[in-house]
C-alpha cells in the first residue's frame, strides 16, 4: 500500500509542482496512522526525492527560472531551518491548526485566483 500511496503523492507533486507535501502528510496521518510530528517529519523526507525527479523533468523542458531558484533557496533553507525546530518544540494541536489554516489558505488562494 506504501507504494500506492507514494505514486499518489507523486504524481499530485509532479502535476501541481506543489503539494505532494500536503498530501503525504495527509495520508501518513489519516492512511499509515503516523502521529502528526513523524508525519510532517517524513513528509518532507518523502519530497525531497520527488522534488528532483521534477526538476529534472521541468529543468530539461526548459520550464526553471535558475537565477530566481538560487536566491529563494536561500531564504526558504532558512525558513526549513526554522520550521523544522518549531516542528519539534511546539504541541500536536498548535501543529495541526497552523496546518490545517495552510491548507485553507491555500486553497483558497487557488479558488479565487
Same mark, same amino acid.
Given at each position: 500500500?506504501?507504494?500506492?500511496? $507514494?505514486?499518489?503523492?507523486?504524481?499530485?507533486?509532479? #502535476? *501541481?509542482?506543489?503539494?505532494?507535501?500536503?498530501?503525504?502528510?495527509?495520508?501518513?496521518?489519516? #492512511?499509515? %496512522?503516523?502521529?502528526?510530528?513523524?508525519?510532517?517529519?517524513?513528509?518532507?523526507?518523502?519530497?525531497?526525492?520527488l522534488s528532483l525527479a521534477s526538476l529534472?523533468?521541468?529543468?530539461?523542458?526548459?520550464?526553471?527560472?535558475?537565477?530566481?531558484?538560487?536566491?529563494?533557496?536561500?531564504? $526558504?533553507?532558512? $525558513?526549513?531551518?526554522? $520550521?523544522? %525546530?518549531?516542528?519539534? @518544540?511546539?504541541?500536536? @494541536?498548535?501543529?495541526?491548526?497552523g496546518f490545517g489554516a495552510v491548507m485553507? #489558505?491555500?486553497?483558497? %488562494?487557488?479558488? *479565487?485566483?
Amino acid at each position: 500500500m506504501s507504494l500506492l500511496y $507514494g505514486a499518489l503523492i507523486g504524481a499530485i507533486n509532479g #502535476f *501541481f509542482a506543489s503539494g505532494g507535501g500536503i498530501a503525504a502528510v495527509l495520508i501518513l496521518e489519516k #492512511f499509515m %496512522r503516523l502521529e502528526a510530528k513523524k508525519a510532517h517529519a517524513t513528509a518532507i523526507a518523502i519530497i525531497l526525492p520527488l522534488s528532483l525527479a521534477s526538476l529534472i523533468v521541468y529543468g530539461v523542458k526548459g520550464y526553471i527560472d535558475w537565477p530566481l531558484i538560487i536566491k529563494a533557496s536561500v531564504g $526558504g533553507t532558512v $525558513g526549513a531551518v526554522v $520550521g523544522a %525546530r518549531l516542528l519539534n @518544540k511546539l504541541p500536536k @494541536k498548535y501543529i495541526k491548526i497552523g496546518f490545517g489554516a495552510v491548507m485553507i #489558505f491555500a486553497g483558497a %488562494r487557488m479558488l *479565487f485566483n
